[in-house]
């Protein structure tokens, strides 16, 4: 049985949405809330933040969550894990499989690792449901194989759909990446060792650095939505769906983060 590393990647120095990491979600930052999220899952052998920011490793300090300093350099977060990974087999602490979970996807639910991680690259994906997602740059869109493999990802709403050239009348379904990514160690390190592609660098995404490197990039679907809070009317989103869940529950969270059940009283 393979054992697992978790990697949470954390940038302070976020373009679209500077120190996100470390912003309040509900009494928590938002880098808590991943960790936590990422934690229920129970084949971990060990979960660290990865980041380059001393402001995020205090911050992890202080609720002892294990943070690995990395490199300022690097082009993206599979890059950061692949550091991490030469850190960890360099003390003999390595694992068989790492999983990369970004570290602005509060809402990760972790049954979507609960599938089968045995190929060398493996990533996830879901149907796109709220139509600004579908022409939203922010959402990557991925398009798959019949045998499950990525044929490309792009922020542009693929497939294109104009009414004058579709064959058919079908329902447009736009699929998008979920943010999570199982990697052998290897396979890190080949990633890493790649130059950064021609498509990769146009649309700003990671994964295709290995398409056009003729390496499989395999998809499993999940039911579990994620968002990714790449601006900060995301981390709005990500609040609101938070509260929701709270109250299909019979409970309320307030926004300082204490929980009560559906009489008022107070639970955290």
């Known amino acids: 049985m393979a054992n697992y590393i978790g990697i949470i990647p954390a940038r302070?120095?976020?373009?679209?949405?500077?120190?996100?990491s470390l912003c309040d979600i509900?009494?928590?930052?938002?880098?808590?809330?991943?960790?936590?999220?990422?934690?229920?899952?129970?084949?971990?052998?060990?979960?660290y933040v990865a980041?380059?920011?001393?402001?995020?490793?205090?911050?992890?300090?202080?609720?002892?969550?294990?943070?690995?300093?990395?490199?300022?350099n690097h082009v993206d977060c599979l890059d950061r894990a692949s550091e991490v990974v030469r850190i960890l087999e360099e003390k003999n602490e390595g694992a068989d499989k790492y999983i990369v979970i970004q570290g602005?996807?509060?809402?990760?639910?972790?049954?979507?690792?609960?599938?089968?991680?045995?190929?060398?690259v493996v990533n996830f994906y879901t149907?796109?449901?709220?139509?600004?997602?579908?022409?939203d740059t922010n959402t990557v869109k991925v398009i798959v194989s019949n045998n499950k493999k990525?044929?490309?990802?792009?922020?542009?709403?693929?497939?294109?759909?104009?009414?004058?050239?579709?064959?058919?009348?079908?329902?447009?379904?736009?699929?998008?990446?979920?943010?999570?990514?199982?990697?052998?160690?290897?396979?890190?390190?080949?990633y890493n060792n790649l130059k950064t592609s021609s498509l990769e660098n146009m649309e700003g995404i990671g994964l295709n650095r290995l398409i056009e490197n003729d390496i499989e990039v395999h998809m499993?679907?999940?039911?579990?939505?994620?968002?990714?809070?790449?601006?900060?009317?995301?981390r709005n989103r990500a609040i609101n769906i938070i509260k929701k869940q709270y109250k299909n529950n019979g409970m309320t969270i307030s926004d300082d983060g204490s929980i009560m059940d559906c009489s008022g009283f107070k639970m955290i």
């Open 220 to 234: 499993r679907y999940t039911d579990h939505d994620s968002i990714g809070v790449d601006v900060p009317e995301d």
């Open 127 to 135: 149907k796109v449901v709220e139509r600004h997602e579908m022409y």
């Open 12 to 20: 302070y120095q976020s373009s679209r949405f500077p120190g996100k």
């Open 26 to 47: 509900l009494g928590k930052s938002m880098i808590q809330r991943v960790y936590e999220s990422v934690m229920k899952w129970d084949k971990w052998e060990k979960v």
């Open 51 to 72: 980041t380059d920011s001393e402001i995020i490793e205090s911050k992890c300090k202080e609720i002892n969550i294990p943070c690995i300093m990395t490199k300022n």
């Open 104 to 120: 602005d996807e509060p809402l990760f639910n972790v049954e979507t690792l609960n599938v089968d991680l045995s190929p060398s």
């Open 150 to 190: 990525a044929i490309y990802f792009s922020r542009y709403s693929l497939p294109y759909h104009d009414e004058k050239t579709k064959r058919n009348y079908d329902e447009v379904i736009i699929y998008k990446q979920i943010c999570a990514y199982v990697f052998t160690g290897e396979m890190l390190k080949i």
